[in-house]
Protein backbone atom coordinates (compact mmCIF):
# COMPACT_ATOMS: atom_id res chain seq x y z
CA UNK A 1 0.00 0.00 0.00
CA UNK A 2 1.53 3.01 -1.06
CA UNK A 3 2.33 5.35 1.59
CA UNK A 4 1.08 9.15 1.41
CA UNK A 5 3.52 12.24 0.67
CA UNK A 6 4.44 14.72 2.78
CA UNK A 7 6.31 18.41 2.13
CA UNK A 8 8.54 19.49 4.67
CA UNK A 9 9.35 23.23 5.39
CA UNK A 10 11.76 23.12 2.36
CA UNK A 11 9.49 21.96 -0.03
CA UNK A 12 11.50 18.64 -0.44
CA UNK A 13 9.33 15.33 -0.67
CA UNK A 14 10.38 12.63 2.03
CA UNK A 15 9.94 9.08 1.07
CA UNK A 16 9.26 6.15 3.80
CA UNK A 17 12.74 5.53 3.98
CA UNK A 18 14.32 6.78 7.53
CA UNK A 19 17.89 7.59 5.86
CA UNK A 20 16.05 9.43 3.10
CA UNK A 21 14.15 11.27 6.48
CA UNK A 22 17.49 11.81 8.81
CA UNK A 23 18.85 13.14 5.36
CA UNK A 24 16.28 15.79 4.95
CA UNK A 25 16.03 16.58 8.38
CA UNK A 26 19.95 17.13 8.45
CA UNK A 27 19.56 19.33 5.02
CA UNK A 28 16.52 21.39 6.80
CA UNK A 29 18.76 22.26 9.89
CA UNK A 30 21.66 23.49 7.70
CA UNK A 31 19.26 25.43 5.61
CA UNK A 32 17.71 27.02 9.13
CA UNK A 33 21.53 27.77 10.46
CA UNK A 34 22.29 29.94 7.12
CA UNK A 35 18.73 31.45 7.38
CA UNK A 36 19.49 32.61 11.13
CA UNK A 37 22.78 34.01 9.62
CA UNK A 38 21.28 36.13 7.42
CA UNK A 39 18.67 37.07 9.54
CA UNK A 40 21.66 38.39 11.77
CA UNK A 41 23.12 40.40 8.83
CA UNK A 42 20.14 42.34 8.20
CA UNK A 43 19.50 43.20 11.43
CA UNK A 44 23.14 44.59 11.31
CA UNK A 45 22.59 46.46 8.04
CA UNK A 46 19.54 47.86 9.55
CA UNK A 47 21.27 49.23 12.70
CA UNK A 48 23.66 51.22 10.44
CA UNK A 49 20.15 52.49 8.18
CA UNK A 50 18.14 53.42 11.23
CA UNK A 51 19.71 56.89 11.14
CA UNK A 52 18.04 58.04 8.08
CA UNK A 53 14.87 55.96 8.78
CA UNK A 54 12.83 59.46 8.81
CA UNK A 55 13.39 60.45 5.54
CA UNK A 56 11.31 58.13 4.10
CA UNK A 57 8.37 55.64 5.03
CA UNK A 58 7.68 51.81 4.87
CA UNK A 59 4.40 51.35 3.58
CA UNK A 60 4.93 47.52 3.28
CA UNK A 61 2.45 45.40 5.39
CA UNK A 62 4.94 43.75 7.49
CA UNK A 63 8.89 44.89 8.27
CA UNK A 64 9.77 41.77 5.42
CA UNK A 65 8.50 41.00 2.37
CA UNK A 66 7.60 37.63 1.89
CA UNK A 67 8.80 35.46 -1.32
CA UNK A 68 6.17 33.13 -3.80
CA UNK A 69 8.91 30.28 -2.17
CA UNK A 70 7.96 30.93 1.79
CA UNK A 71 11.63 32.76 2.33
CA UNK A 72 11.68 36.32 3.79
CA UNK A 73 13.41 38.93 1.41
CA UNK A 74 15.76 41.49 2.69
CA UNK A 75 14.50 44.82 1.36
CA UNK A 76 17.81 46.23 1.21
CA UNK A 77 19.67 43.53 -0.47
CA UNK A 78 22.34 44.90 -3.05
CA UNK A 79 20.78 42.73 -6.02
CA UNK A 80 17.68 43.89 -6.47
CA UNK A 81 15.97 46.85 -8.36
CA UNK A 82 13.92 48.04 -5.60
CA UNK A 83 16.42 48.19 -3.46
CA UNK A 84 18.76 49.91 -5.69
CA UNK A 85 15.55 52.85 -6.39
CA UNK A 86 15.51 53.17 -2.98
CA UNK A 87 19.38 53.68 -2.37
CA UNK A 88 19.83 56.32 -4.85
CA UNK A 89 16.29 58.27 -3.25
CA UNK A 90 18.49 58.16 -0.09
CA UNK A 91 21.38 59.95 -1.76
CA UNK A 92 19.16 62.41 -3.06
CA UNK A 93 17.51 63.20 -0.18
CA UNK A 94 21.03 63.92 1.60
CA UNK A 95 22.22 66.20 -1.04
CA UNK A 96 18.85 68.47 -0.88
CA UNK A 97 19.67 68.46 2.79
CA UNK A 98 23.00 69.32 2.08
CA UNK A 99 22.34 72.36 -0.58
CA UNK A 100 19.76 73.71 1.70
CA UNK A 101 22.19 73.84 4.63
CA UNK A 102 24.74 75.73 2.29
CA UNK A 103 22.40 78.06 0.91
CA UNK A 104 20.42 78.84 4.53
CA UNK A 105 24.31 79.71 5.68
CA UNK A 106 24.95 81.36 2.65
CA UNK A 107 22.30 83.63 3.00
CA UNK A 108 23.00 84.68 6.62
CA UNK A 109 26.86 85.63 5.68
CA UNK A 110 25.34 87.92 3.14
CA UNK A 111 22.73 89.30 5.03
CA UNK A 112 24.80 90.46 8.19
CA UNK A 113 27.13 91.84 5.53
CA UNK A 114 25.42 94.32 3.59
CA UNK A 115 27.09 97.93 4.54
CA UNK A 116 25.32 101.09 5.56
CA UNK A 117 25.42 102.77 2.71
CA UNK A 118 24.10 99.26 0.83
CA UNK A 119 21.48 99.33 3.56
CA UNK A 120 20.65 103.31 2.35
CA UNK A 121 20.70 102.19 -1.00
CA UNK A 122 18.00 99.46 -0.62
CA UNK A 123 15.56 101.87 1.51
CA UNK A 124 15.72 104.85 -0.68
CA UNK A 125 14.84 102.13 -3.69
CA UNK A 126 11.83 100.79 -1.42
CA UNK A 127 10.49 104.34 -0.78
CA UNK A 128 10.85 105.09 -4.11
CA UNK A 129 8.62 101.92 -4.85
CA UNK A 130 6.33 102.52 -2.23
CA UNK A 131 5.46 106.07 -3.69
CA UNK A 132 4.87 104.60 -7.23
CA UNK A 133 2.42 102.10 -6.00
CA UNK A 134 0.51 104.63 -4.34
CA UNK A 135 0.58 107.11 -7.53
CA UNK A 136 -0.33 104.17 -9.26
CA UNK A 137 -3.03 102.91 -7.07
CA UNK A 138 -4.49 106.59 -6.76
CA UNK A 139 -4.65 106.78 -10.60
CA UNK A 140 -6.33 103.12 -10.49
CA UNK A 141 -9.14 105.16 -8.52
CA UNK A 142 -9.19 108.10 -10.10
CA UNK A 143 -10.07 105.51 -13.21
CA UNK A 144 -12.24 103.96 -11.37
CA UNK A 145 -14.79 106.59 -11.32
CA UNK A 146 -14.22 107.89 -14.82
CA UNK A 147 -17.77 106.64 -15.86
CA UNK A 148 -19.65 108.26 -13.08
CA UNK A 149 -17.98 111.58 -13.83
CA UNK A 150 -18.37 110.96 -17.45
CA UNK A 151 -20.17 113.94 -19.02
CA UNK A 152 -19.98 116.00 -22.88
CA UNK A 153 -17.82 118.63 -22.78
CA UNK A 154 -18.94 121.31 -25.06
CA UNK A 155 -15.91 123.40 -27.48
CA UNK A 156 -15.40 126.94 -26.34
CA UNK A 157 -16.83 130.22 -28.11
CA UNK A 158 -14.35 131.70 -30.91
CA UNK A 159 -13.53 134.39 -28.04
CA UNK A 160 -11.76 132.53 -26.54
CA UNK A 161 -9.65 131.18 -28.91
CA UNK A 162 -6.40 132.32 -27.24
CA UNK A 163 -7.62 131.59 -23.88
CA UNK A 164 -4.92 130.75 -21.39
CA UNK A 165 -5.83 130.18 -17.70
CA UNK A 166 -4.67 132.38 -15.24
CA UNK A 167 -4.61 134.87 -17.57
CA UNK A 168 -6.83 137.51 -18.17
CA UNK A 169 -5.75 141.31 -18.89
CA UNK A 170 -9.25 142.56 -18.70
CA UNK A 171 -10.49 140.53 -15.59
CA UNK A 172 -7.56 141.72 -13.89
CA UNK A 173 -7.89 145.66 -14.76
CA UNK A 174 -11.70 145.44 -12.97
CA UNK A 175 -10.42 143.84 -10.41
CA UNK A 176 -8.63 147.11 -9.42
CA UNK A 177 -5.15 145.51 -10.56
CA UNK A 178 -2.49 148.19 -12.47
CA UNK A 179 1.14 148.99 -12.98
CA UNK A 180 2.00 146.00 -14.94
CA UNK A 181 0.43 143.33 -12.32
CA UNK A 182 -2.67 143.17 -14.36
CA UNK A 183 -0.44 141.02 -16.72
CA UNK A 184 0.57 138.84 -14.01
CA UNK A 185 -0.37 135.35 -13.62
CA UNK A 186 -3.49 134.87 -11.37
CA UNK A 187 -5.90 131.92 -11.06
CA UNK A 188 -8.97 132.92 -9.58
CA UNK A 189 -12.44 131.22 -9.32
CA UNK A 190 -13.49 132.47 -12.43
CA UNK A 191 -10.62 131.50 -14.58
CA UNK A 192 -10.83 127.67 -15.51
CA UNK A 193 -13.10 127.11 -18.58
CA UNK A 194 -14.37 123.82 -18.92
CA UNK A 195 -14.78 123.71 -22.34
CA UNK A 196 -12.26 122.54 -25.64
CA UNK A 197 -10.41 125.17 -26.79
CA UNK A 198 -10.42 125.39 -30.90
CA UNK A 199 -7.81 125.70 -33.14
CA UNK A 200 -8.13 128.66 -35.92
CA UNK A 201 -10.94 127.83 -38.42
CA UNK A 202 -7.98 127.87 -41.32
CA UNK A 203 -5.53 126.20 -39.18
CA UNK A 204 -2.61 124.26 -40.89
CA UNK A 205 -0.34 122.17 -39.96
CA UNK A 206 3.14 123.75 -39.80
CA UNK A 207 5.88 122.95 -42.66
CA UNK A 208 8.75 121.05 -41.50
CA UNK A 209 11.82 121.58 -38.92
CA UNK A 210 13.71 123.49 -40.04
CA UNK A 211 11.41 125.28 -43.04
CA UNK A 212 9.22 126.13 -40.32
CA UNK A 213 11.85 127.70 -38.13
CA UNK A 214 11.78 130.53 -40.92
CA UNK A 215 8.15 130.49 -42.04
CA UNK A 216 4.97 129.74 -40.22
CA UNK A 217 1.35 130.50 -41.33
CA UNK A 218 -0.31 133.38 -40.75
CA UNK A 219 -3.69 131.55 -40.15
CA UNK A 220 -2.09 129.51 -37.08
CA UNK A 221 -1.07 133.00 -35.47
CA UNK A 222 -3.63 135.60 -34.17
CA UNK A 223 -1.48 138.73 -35.11
CA UNK A 224 -2.36 141.22 -38.01
CA UNK A 225 0.07 143.16 -40.85
CA UNK A 226 0.01 146.13 -37.86
CA UNK A 227 1.18 144.25 -34.90
CA UNK A 228 4.14 142.88 -36.97
CA UNK A 229 5.56 146.10 -37.79
CA UNK A 230 4.65 147.88 -34.61
CA UNK A 231 6.60 148.98 -32.23
CA UNK A 232 8.32 146.10 -29.20
CA UNK A 233 11.61 144.47 -29.27
CA UNK A 234 14.04 144.44 -31.33
CA UNK A 235 13.88 140.86 -32.86
CA UNK A 236 9.96 141.30 -32.73
CA UNK A 237 10.51 143.48 -35.99
CA UNK A 238 13.00 141.00 -37.63
CA UNK A 239 9.97 139.30 -39.75
CA UNK A 240 8.14 140.06 -43.28
CA UNK A 241 4.09 139.14 -43.52
CA UNK A 242 3.60 137.74 -46.83
CA UNK A 243 0.10 136.48 -48.30
CA UNK A 244 -0.53 133.84 -46.22
CA UNK A 245 2.90 133.36 -44.81
CA UNK A 246 4.77 135.08 -42.59
CA UNK A 247 9.01 134.86 -43.44
CA UNK A 248 11.45 135.53 -40.64
CA UNK A 249 14.22 135.37 -43.20
CA UNK A 250 15.06 137.69 -45.91
CA UNK A 251 18.33 139.50 -47.18
CA UNK A 252 17.84 142.47 -45.46
CA UNK A 253 20.71 143.94 -43.17
CA UNK A 254 18.34 143.38 -40.17
CA UNK A 255 18.07 140.04 -40.48
CA UNK A 256 21.93 139.51 -40.71
CA UNK A 257 22.11 141.77 -37.78
CA UNK A 258 20.99 138.73 -35.63
CA UNK A 259 23.83 136.78 -36.24
CA UNK A 260 26.30 140.07 -36.47
CA UNK A 261 24.70 140.96 -32.78
CA UNK A 262 25.24 137.22 -31.78
CA UNK A 263 28.96 137.45 -32.35
CA UNK A 264 28.88 141.05 -30.78
CA UNK A 265 28.53 139.27 -27.20
CA UNK A 266 30.91 136.57 -28.14
CA UNK A 267 33.35 138.46 -28.53
CA UNK A 268 32.41 141.12 -25.60
CA UNK A 269 32.75 137.64 -23.32
CA UNK A 270 36.34 137.60 -24.77
CA UNK A 271 35.34 134.41 -27.22
CA UNK A 272 36.39 134.29 -30.79
CA UNK A 273 32.50 133.89 -32.00
CA UNK A 274 29.23 132.55 -30.56
CA UNK A 275 30.21 129.06 -31.91
CA UNK A 276 32.43 129.25 -28.44
CA UNK A 277 29.96 129.64 -25.94
CA UNK A 278 29.48 126.43 -25.05
CA UNK A 279 33.46 126.00 -24.33
CA UNK A 280 33.19 129.02 -21.54
CA UNK A 281 30.20 126.73 -20.04
CA UNK A 282 26.97 128.48 -21.93
CA UNK A 283 24.53 126.01 -22.90
CA UNK A 284 21.19 127.47 -21.58
CA UNK A 285 19.93 130.77 -21.46
CA UNK A 286 17.20 132.68 -20.48
CA UNK A 287 15.61 135.00 -23.38
CA UNK A 288 13.44 138.18 -21.40
CA UNK A 289 10.97 139.66 -23.59
CA UNK A 290 12.25 137.19 -26.76
CA UNK A 291 10.25 139.24 -29.55
CA UNK A 292 9.67 136.23 -31.68
CA UNK A 293 12.64 134.08 -30.53
CA UNK A 294 14.88 135.04 -33.63
CA UNK A 295 17.68 135.30 -31.24
CA UNK A 296 17.26 131.97 -29.77
CA UNK A 297 16.57 130.80 -33.24
CA UNK A 298 20.13 131.56 -34.38
CA UNK A 299 21.80 130.33 -31.71
CA UNK A 300 19.83 126.81 -31.59
CA UNK A 301 22.49 125.99 -34.73
CA UNK A 302 25.47 126.51 -32.24
CA UNK A 303 24.02 123.71 -30.01
CA UNK A 304 22.71 126.69 -27.25
CA UNK A 305 19.07 126.29 -25.74
CA UNK A 306 17.17 129.58 -25.62
CA UNK A 307 14.12 129.72 -23.04
CA UNK A 308 11.94 132.64 -24.24
CA UNK A 309 9.56 134.27 -21.91
CA UNK A 310 7.02 137.23 -22.32
CA UNK A 311 4.33 138.93 -21.29
CA UNK A 312 0.75 137.71 -21.92
CA UNK A 313 -0.20 139.21 -24.75
CA UNK A 314 -4.08 138.66 -26.30
CA UNK A 315 -3.22 138.71 -29.56
CA UNK A 316 0.34 139.17 -31.60
CA UNK A 317 1.51 137.08 -28.86
CA UNK A 318 5.41 136.80 -28.85
CA UNK A 319 5.27 133.20 -27.13
CA UNK A 320 2.76 131.99 -29.17
CA UNK A 321 4.53 132.78 -32.69
CA UNK A 322 7.79 131.75 -30.97
CA UNK A 323 6.44 128.47 -30.42
CA UNK A 324 4.85 127.83 -34.04
CA UNK A 325 8.32 128.81 -35.17
CA UNK A 326 9.28 124.94 -33.09
CA UNK A 327 11.32 127.22 -30.42
CA UNK A 328 10.90 127.09 -26.32
CA UNK A 329 8.69 129.66 -24.83
CA UNK A 330 6.31 130.38 -22.17
CA UNK A 331 4.39 133.10 -19.64
CA UNK A 332 6.55 134.97 -17.62
CA UNK A 333 6.84 138.58 -16.52
CA UNK A 334 8.83 140.26 -14.08
CA UNK A 335 5.85 141.85 -12.22
CA UNK A 336 5.67 141.05 -8.92
CA UNK A 337 6.02 137.19 -8.35
CA UNK A 338 9.23 134.91 -8.84
CA UNK A 339 9.83 132.75 -12.01
CA UNK A 340 8.79 129.38 -12.11
CA UNK A 341 12.27 128.03 -11.83
CA UNK A 342 15.12 126.88 -9.01
CA UNK A 343 17.39 129.19 -8.12
CA UNK A 344 20.82 129.01 -10.22
CA UNK A 345 19.07 127.55 -13.73
CA UNK A 346 21.02 129.57 -16.56
CA UNK A 347 23.83 130.46 -17.51
CA UNK A 348 23.20 132.95 -18.99
CA UNK A 349 20.00 136.07 -19.12
CA UNK A 350 19.41 138.62 -22.49
CA UNK A 351 17.15 141.25 -22.73
CA UNK A 352 17.44 143.06 -25.68
CA UNK A 353 15.08 146.17 -25.42
CA UNK A 354 12.52 143.53 -23.27
CA UNK A 355 10.57 146.24 -22.27
CA UNK A 356 11.58 145.28 -18.38
CA UNK A 357 12.54 148.52 -16.22
CA UNK A 358 15.49 147.34 -14.50
CA UNK A 359 15.90 150.40 -12.20
CA UNK A 360 12.31 150.67 -10.81
CA UNK A 361 10.89 149.04 -7.55
CA UNK A 362 14.37 149.54 -6.25
CA UNK A 363 16.03 147.54 -7.93
CA UNK A 364 13.78 143.78 -7.55
CA UNK A 365 13.82 142.91 -10.70
CA UNK A 366 17.39 142.44 -10.98
CA UNK A 367 17.62 140.63 -7.59
CA UNK A 368 15.24 137.96 -9.63
CA UNK A 369 17.53 138.15 -12.74
CA UNK A 370 20.46 137.19 -9.59
CA UNK A 371 18.68 134.37 -8.35
CA UNK A 372 18.19 132.16 -11.81
CA UNK A 373 21.50 133.08 -12.98
CA UNK A 374 24.51 130.71 -12.38
CA UNK A 375 27.51 131.19 -10.56
CA UNK A 376 29.81 132.74 -13.07
CA UNK A 377 26.90 133.26 -15.86
CA UNK A 378 26.10 136.40 -17.82
CA UNK A 379 23.86 138.73 -17.80
CA UNK A 380 23.37 140.60 -21.28
CA UNK A 381 21.39 143.72 -22.02
CA UNK A 382 20.54 145.68 -24.92
CA UNK A 383 18.74 148.78 -24.48
CA UNK A 384 19.21 152.79 -25.67
CA UNK A 385 19.57 153.34 -21.82
CA UNK A 386 22.96 152.18 -21.81
CA UNK A 387 24.12 154.47 -24.58
CA UNK A 388 26.71 156.64 -23.17
CA UNK A 389 26.20 158.86 -26.34
CA UNK A 390 22.51 159.40 -25.63
CA UNK A 391 22.45 159.34 -21.52
CA UNK A 392 25.24 162.02 -21.41
CA UNK A 393 22.03 164.84 -23.32
CA UNK A 394 19.85 163.49 -21.09
CA UNK A 395 20.25 163.56 -17.56
CA UNK A 396 17.22 161.32 -16.27
CA UNK A 397 18.45 158.50 -17.94
CA UNK A 398 22.10 158.80 -16.96
CA UNK A 399 20.81 158.56 -13.46
CA UNK A 400 18.86 155.54 -14.29
CA UNK A 401 21.65 153.75 -15.97
CA UNK A 402 23.89 155.08 -12.90
CA UNK A 403 21.95 153.11 -10.44
CA UNK A 404 21.40 150.05 -12.65
CA UNK A 405 24.99 149.80 -12.55
CA UNK A 406 25.68 150.74 -8.87
CA UNK A 407 23.25 147.77 -7.90
CA UNK A 408 24.26 144.86 -10.45
CA UNK A 409 28.15 146.19 -8.45
CA UNK A 410 26.24 145.06 -5.40
CA UNK A 411 24.82 142.01 -6.40
CA UNK A 412 28.61 141.36 -7.38
CA UNK A 413 28.25 141.57 -11.08
CA UNK A 414 31.51 142.43 -12.62
CA UNK A 415 30.84 144.46 -16.15
CA UNK A 416 33.33 143.09 -18.37
CA UNK A 417 32.00 145.31 -21.28
CA UNK A 418 30.33 147.95 -22.51
CA UNK A 419 29.47 148.68 -26.40
CA UNK A 420 26.78 150.53 -28.22
CA UNK A 421 23.84 149.62 -26.60
CA UNK A 422 24.89 146.63 -25.46
CA UNK A 423 26.40 145.70 -21.88
CA UNK A 424 27.57 142.47 -20.51
CA UNK A 425 27.76 141.68 -16.79
CA UNK A 426 29.22 138.35 -15.22
CA UNK A 427 28.05 136.78 -12.14
CA UNK A 428 30.53 136.56 -8.79
CA UNK A 429 31.38 132.60 -8.94
CA UNK A 430 32.29 133.03 -5.16
CA UNK A 431 30.46 133.58 -2.14
CA UNK A 432 32.69 134.95 -0.59
CA UNK A 433 32.23 138.74 -2.40
CA UNK A 434 28.80 139.06 -0.78
CA UNK A 435 30.34 138.85 3.14
CA UNK A 436 33.15 141.45 1.50
CA UNK A 437 30.60 144.29 0.92
CA UNK A 438 30.84 147.59 2.68
CA UNK A 439 28.25 147.21 5.76
CA UNK A 440 24.51 147.57 5.07
CA UNK A 441 24.96 147.01 1.18
CA UNK A 442 21.70 146.34 -0.25
CA UNK A 443 20.00 144.10 -1.27
CA UNK A 444 21.27 141.95 1.96
CA UNK A 445 21.61 137.91 1.74
CA UNK A 446 18.35 135.79 2.15
CA UNK A 447 18.37 133.74 5.51
CA UNK A 448 17.46 130.15 4.59
CA UNK A 449 13.93 130.55 5.62
CA UNK A 450 13.97 133.02 2.62
CA UNK A 451 15.82 131.50 0.48
CA UNK A 452 13.48 129.07 -1.17
CA UNK A 453 15.49 126.79 -3.38
CA UNK A 454 12.78 125.81 -6.00
CA UNK A 455 9.69 128.37 -5.48
CA UNK A 456 6.55 128.55 -7.14
CA UNK A 457 4.87 132.14 -8.44
CA UNK A 458 6.04 133.66 -4.94
CA UNK A 459 5.98 137.46 -4.21
CA UNK A 460 9.48 138.86 -5.35
CA UNK A 461 12.13 139.42 -2.69
CA UNK A 462 14.27 141.92 -1.27
CA UNK A 463 17.59 139.93 -0.78
CA UNK A 464 20.03 137.69 -2.45
CA UNK A 465 19.05 134.47 -3.06
CA UNK A 466 20.52 131.09 -4.21
CA UNK A 467 23.38 131.01 -1.60
CA UNK A 468 22.52 128.10 0.20
CA UNK A 469 21.88 126.33 -2.87
CA UNK A 470 23.51 122.98 -3.17
CA UNK A 471 24.17 123.61 -7.28
CA UNK A 472 26.57 126.88 -6.32
CA UNK A 473 29.15 125.49 -9.07
CA UNK A 474 30.66 128.01 -11.27
CA UNK A 475 29.72 127.33 -14.92
CA UNK A 476 33.17 127.41 -15.89
CA UNK A 477 33.90 124.62 -13.84
CA UNK A 478 31.16 122.11 -14.69
CA UNK A 479 31.35 119.35 -17.86
CA UNK A 480 30.30 121.76 -20.85
CA UNK A 481 27.71 120.44 -23.44
CA UNK A 482 26.97 117.12 -24.31
CA UNK A 483 29.27 116.32 -21.79
CA UNK A 484 26.94 117.93 -18.73
CA UNK A 485 24.07 115.73 -19.48
CA UNK A 486 25.60 112.50 -18.08
CA UNK A 487 26.29 114.14 -14.23
CA UNK A 488 29.11 112.16 -12.44
CA UNK A 489 28.70 110.23 -9.22
CA UNK A 490 29.53 113.49 -6.90
CA UNK A 491 26.96 115.49 -9.28
CA UNK A 492 24.21 113.03 -8.22
CA UNK A 493 25.01 112.22 -4.61
CA UNK A 494 23.88 115.95 -4.03
CA UNK A 495 19.91 115.06 -5.30
CA UNK A 496 20.01 111.76 -3.09
CA UNK A 497 20.95 109.34 -6.29
CA UNK A 498 23.20 106.41 -7.75
CA UNK A 499 24.25 106.84 -11.06
CA UNK A 500 22.82 102.99 -11.92
CA UNK A 501 19.47 104.96 -10.76
CA UNK A 502 20.00 107.32 -13.93
CA UNK A 503 21.12 104.71 -16.12
CA UNK A 504 18.36 102.72 -15.71
CA UNK A 505 16.15 105.40 -16.36
CA UNK A 506 17.56 106.49 -19.63
CA UNK A 507 17.43 102.83 -20.90
CA UNK A 508 13.59 102.74 -20.06
CA UNK A 509 13.06 105.61 -22.22
CA UNK A 510 15.22 104.76 -24.79
CA UNK A 511 13.14 101.36 -25.32
CA UNK A 512 10.01 103.61 -24.87
CA UNK A 513 11.11 106.07 -27.60
CA UNK A 514 11.29 103.25 -30.27
CA UNK A 515 8.53 101.90 -29.26
CA UNK A 516 6.25 105.69 -30.05
CA UNK A 517 8.54 105.96 -33.11
CA UNK A 518 7.32 102.54 -34.72
CA UNK A 519 4.00 103.63 -33.71
CA UNK A 520 3.50 107.01 -35.08
CA UNK A 521 5.54 106.96 -38.10
CA UNK A 522 2.67 105.43 -40.36
CA UNK A 523 0.81 108.46 -38.85
CA UNK A 524 3.28 110.86 -39.72
CA UNK A 525 3.30 109.71 -43.65
CA UNK A 526 -0.19 109.66 -43.82
CA UNK A 527 -1.01 112.68 -42.78
CA UNK A 528 2.12 114.70 -43.69
CA UNK A 529 3.24 113.38 -47.43
CA UNK A 530 6.68 114.29 -48.27
CA UNK A 531 7.12 116.02 -51.61
CA UNK A 532 8.04 114.71 -54.78
CA UNK A 533 11.31 113.55 -55.15
CA UNK A 534 11.95 114.30 -51.07
CA UNK A 535 13.66 111.59 -49.81
CA UNK A 536 12.27 110.05 -46.99
CA UNK A 537 12.86 111.70 -43.59
CA UNK A 538 13.28 110.09 -40.20
CA UNK A 539 10.39 110.72 -37.80
CA UNK A 540 9.91 113.18 -36.58
CA UNK A 541 11.83 115.24 -39.13
CA UNK A 542 8.56 116.23 -40.95
CA UNK A 543 5.78 116.71 -38.13
CA UNK A 544 7.09 116.86 -34.29
CA UNK A 545 8.78 119.27 -33.08
CA UNK A 546 7.49 120.62 -29.67
CA UNK A 547 7.35 117.86 -27.04
CA UNK A 548 5.85 118.49 -23.57
CA UNK A 549 6.81 115.88 -20.80
CA UNK A 550 4.24 116.55 -18.24
CA UNK A 551 6.42 114.67 -15.49
CA UNK A 552 9.77 114.58 -16.58
CA UNK A 553 11.53 113.56 -13.38
CA UNK A 554 15.59 113.16 -13.57
CA UNK A 555 14.98 114.27 -17.80
CA UNK A 556 15.03 110.51 -19.14
CA UNK A 557 12.41 111.18 -21.88
CA UNK A 558 14.68 114.25 -23.04
CA UNK A 559 17.87 112.54 -22.97
CA UNK A 560 16.06 109.39 -24.73
CA UNK A 561 15.03 111.66 -27.20
CA UNK A 562 18.55 113.37 -28.07
CA UNK A 563 20.54 110.34 -28.17
CA UNK A 564 17.95 108.42 -30.95
CA UNK A 565 19.01 111.98 -33.02
CA UNK A 566 15.03 113.30 -32.93
CA UNK A 567 14.57 116.72 -34.00
CA UNK A 568 12.87 117.69 -30.99
CA UNK A 569 13.04 119.80 -28.03
CA UNK A 570 11.22 118.86 -24.79
CA UNK A 571 9.25 121.33 -22.04
CA UNK A 572 10.65 119.14 -18.86
CA UNK A 573 7.91 119.91 -16.66
CA UNK A 574 8.08 118.55 -12.97
CA UNK A 575 4.98 118.59 -10.57
CA UNK A 576 4.83 120.39 -7.80
CA UNK A 577 3.67 117.66 -6.07
CA UNK A 578 6.18 114.94 -6.51
CA UNK A 579 9.80 114.78 -5.72
CA UNK A 580 11.91 117.73 -6.77
CA UNK A 581 14.21 117.07 -9.56
CA UNK A 582 13.71 120.07 -11.97
CA UNK A 583 17.47 121.47 -10.32
CA UNK A 584 18.53 118.04 -11.87
CA UNK A 585 16.96 118.64 -15.40
CA UNK A 586 18.25 122.55 -15.72
CA UNK A 587 21.93 121.11 -14.62
CA UNK A 588 21.85 118.33 -17.35
CA UNK A 589 21.68 121.41 -19.77
CA UNK A 590 18.00 120.77 -20.50
CA UNK A 591 14.58 123.12 -19.97
CA UNK A 592 11.93 122.59 -17.93
CA UNK A 593 9.62 124.96 -14.98
CA UNK A 594 7.87 123.92 -12.23
CA UNK A 595 3.89 123.54 -12.68
CA UNK A 596 0.73 121.69 -10.82
CA UNK A 597 -1.52 119.96 -12.84
Request: net charge neutral; proline share 6%.
Amino acid sequence: MPRPLHRGVSGIRVSGNSNDFWDAEVKDNTEKEDLDRNHSSSQSFLSLRSPFRFFFQDNSPSKYGVTENGFTADPFGGGTPRSRHRLTMLFLKLSLVVIVILALTGSFWWTISISTSSRGHIFRGYRRLQEQLVSDLWDIGELSLGPSRLKEIEFCSEEFENYIPCFNVSENVALGYSDGNEYDRLCGHGSRKSCLVLPPVNYKIPLRWPTGKEVIWVANVKITGQEVFSSGSLTKRMMMLEEDQISFRSASLMFDGVEDYSHQIAEMIGLRNESNLIQAGVRTILDIGCGYGSFGAHLFSKQLLTMCIANYESSGSQVQLTLERGLPAMIGSFNSKQLPYPSLSFDMLHCARCGVDWDKKDGIFLIEADRVLKPGGYFVWTSPLTNVHTFLRDKEKQKRWNFVRDFAENLCWELISQQDETVVWKKTNKKSCYSSRKPGSFPPICSKGQDVESPYYRPLQNCIGGTNSRQWVPIEEGATWPFRSNLNKNELELYGLHSEELVVDTANYKTAVRNYWSLLSPLIFSDHPKRPGDEDPSPPYNMFRNVLDMNARYGGFNAALLEAGKSVWVMNVVPTTGPNYLPLVLDRGYIGVFHNW
